[in-house]
């Protein structure tokens, strides 16, 4: 009988050895921001589905740095996960001159959450109301355009970036410590125009503050069907989004990680995470593992170009 119950009791510790444990969601970057609120909605759902509680713990620092470093050490057993974005997975490796990290083999990717568009904006002093209007303008005026940016090797400036290499213009960087001083100068006709996330300027837009000229990703926005991709607008294959996913310590088992991707693509067909994640300007994603290795594969070597390119180096 005695026998039987350490028998039985062997049985359960086996059967269930993580559910009993949390999980460490890190986040690069401050609460409160879009990162932040994303990873607390989809760590509260995921809670719910997975029988663990789903912890989101900050590290901000060095553009994100930090906290792929802590994730990228962690323990391979699928209770550490990270946050990553375009700048942690893209990016940071050709703005940096060392990472604690490797984007690619210190992770394995399990899911793409969501995508961010950003709208390209001008003062509505500008003499351009259409993408095409304003490219025509600005190589009738070479340099004469100031583009306003949240700081040098961000989203913003790169997206800008790439805009002025594929559509052919010569304008000039304006960077900014932040989003809100950045638009503050744009509104004010400082600065002529802008990338931003659609969340930081619909409002400004619905004023009559800003005036949008497209969207940067491929395909029209469902928040704003009537706005026109920058492809449409005569810079084809133009696509610069900023985009979340979850990566795990590149050892974690692949049947982990196909457990999480699962568990992850059913909450974003929740209605209710749905919502919190467009009142952030954000569009679900989803997909396999292997689609946002796919996707990361494709970017780095896109933004390592821009970056190169631009000459733009972490602050």
């Known amino acids: 009988?005695?026998?039987?119950?350490?028998?039985?009791?062997?049985?359960?510790?086996?059967?269930?050895?993580?559910?009993?444990?949390?999980?460490?969601?890190?986040?690069?970057f401050t609460p409160g921001g879009p990162s932040d609120i994303l990873a607390r909605a989809l760590g509260a759902k995921l809670t719910e589905t997975l029988g663990q509680t789903v912890v989101v713990e900050n590290r901000p620092g060095a553009g994100g740095n930090l906290a792929a470093e802590v994730v990228a050490k962690s323990p391979p057993d699928g209770n550490t996960w990270l946050l990553g974005n375009n700048s942690i997975l893209a990016t940071n490796q050709?703005?940096?001159?060392?990472?604690?990290?490797?984007?690619?083999?210190?992770?394995?990717?399990?899911?793409?959450v969501a995508i961010q568009p950003n709208i390209l904006v001008v003062h509505p002093a500008v003499p351009a109301r259409s993408a095409k209007e304003l490219i025509a303008y600005a190589k009738a005026n070479p340099g004469k355009l100031n583009y306003a940016s949240t700081g040098a090797g961000v989203a913003a400036h790169l997206s800008a970036e790439l805009f002025k290499t594929m559509a052919g213009v010569d304008m000039v960087h304006v960077p900014y410590k932040g989003a809100q001083p950045a638009l503050t100068d744009v509104i004010a006709g400082q600065c002529q125009l802008m990338f931003a996330t659609s969340a930081s300027v619909l409002p400004?837009?619905?004023?009559?503050?800003?005036?949008?000229?497209?969207?940067t990703t491929s395909q029209r926005s469902p928040s704003m069907p009537d706005l026109p991709t920058l492809a449409e607008a005569g810079v084809p294959g133009f696509e610069s989004i900023t985009w979340h996913g979850v990566v795990v310590p590149s050892a974690t088992p692949a049947a982990t990680v196909e457990r999480l991707n699962r568990a992850i693509n059913a909450a974003l067909k929740d209605k209710e995470l749905a919502g919190r994640l467009e009142a952030l300007g954000a569009e679900i994603a989803g997909g396999s593992p292997q689609d946002f290795a796919d996707?990361?594969?494709?970017?780095?070597?896109?933004?390592?170009?821009?970056?190169k390119d631009s000459g733009a180096k972490a602050e």
């Not at 005695?2 to 890190?26: G, Y």
């Not at 400004?204 to 969207?215: F, H, N, P, T």
């Open 295 to 307: 996707y990361i594969q494709r970017e780095i070597p896109k933004w390592t170009k821009v970056v």
């Open 204 to 215: 400004y837009i619905k004023a009559g503050r800003l005036r949008a000229l497209a969207v």
């Open 94 to 112: 050709a703005l940096y001159s060392h990472l604690g990290y490797d984007p690619v083999k210190d992770f394995a990717p399990v899911a793409l």
């Open 1 to 28: 009988m005695e026998n039987m119950r350490v028998l039985l009791l062997c049985l359960a510790l086996i059967a269930c050895p993580a559910s009993a444990q949390s999980v460490r969601f890190v986040v690069g």
